[in-house]
């Protein structure tokens, strides 16, 4: 069974800093995508980015982007020039493209922007 | 105009009640999704259904009953709701067939069970 696994309950960091959250997975299977969404206090489930698994070049948006390395299973977000909108709950997941296109969700990271 | 939207957003109600919360999308997707995210944050897939048609349905009490009269609805009843139903319940719809470009969230509803 697939697993995503979020090691970093909390962070916080000061306006203006760098910040990786990380995550990783556990599968067998070839094909798949990985997601990174965000939740902000006002509950609503935002996407992020997207990374086919497929890709070797990271995918990047703005000034989110991440570092996928699949030989470990790794899938890092990086936040530069952070802002106070970005305090949220980030949620990484994962698609198993032969799995009914079925989210496997971390628990979650909660990143605090601080003034 | 919300592309998946989910009413009502906030839902109080007393143990023992049936409620109901619906979902919509104008997005044309095939699949439409039900999560509960309890107070820890953690996302859990309830139901899945696609093109009307039920695709999962993980282990969640029989008291909830989804129903899709058409593949842009997604209902989900509640019978005989208990203090462990409180949590944010997502309505997710996604289209299969042009590449998972992630699900699209609906804002979510928060019940409360008293």
């Known amino acids: 069974a697939q697993t995503v696994t979020q090691s970093q309950p909390e962070m916080s960091v000061q306006e203006a800093e760098t910040v990786t959250l990380s995550c990783t997975y556990d599968?067998?299977?070839?094909?798949?995508?990985l997601f990174w969404y965000k939740q902000p206090p006002s509950r609503q489930m935002i996407l992020v980015i997207r990374q086919e698994a497929y890709k070797q070049q990271n995918a990047t948006e703005n000034r989110f982007s991440v570092n996928f390395q699949k030989a470990a299973k790794s899938f890092s977000l990086k936040i530069s020039d952070s802002q106070l909108g970005d305090t949220a709950m980030y949620f990484c997941a994962f698609m198993n493209m032969d799995s009914n296109y079925q989210l496997i969700w971390g628990a979650g990271t909660k990143l605090i922007i601080k003034p | 105009d919300t592309a998946v939207s989910q009413t009502p957003k906030y839902l109080v109600t007393q143990m023992g009640n049936d409620k109901s919360i619906k979902c919509e999308q104008n997005?044309?997707?095939?699949?439409m999704y039900w999560y509960k995210q309890d107070s820890k944050k953690f996302l859990k897939i309830m139901f899945s259904?696609?093109?009307?048609?039920?695709?999962i349905n993980e282990t969640v009490p029989n008291r909830f009953s989804p129903k899709s009269p058409d593949k842009a609805h997604l209902n989900l009843h509640i019978n005989s709701l208990e203090l462990g139903d409180s949590a944010v319940y997502f309505c997710?719809?996604?289209?299969?067939?042009?590449?998972?470009?992630?699900?699209?969230f609906g804002s979510g509803t928060r019940l409360t069970v008293v």
């Open positions: 997710a719809s996604s289209h299969t067939g042009q590449g998972p470009y992630g699900y699209t």
């Open positions: 997005l044309g997707h095939d699949t």
């Open positions: 259904y696609n093109n009307k048609e039920l695709i």
């Open positions: 599968t067998s299977e070839n094909n798949y995508y």
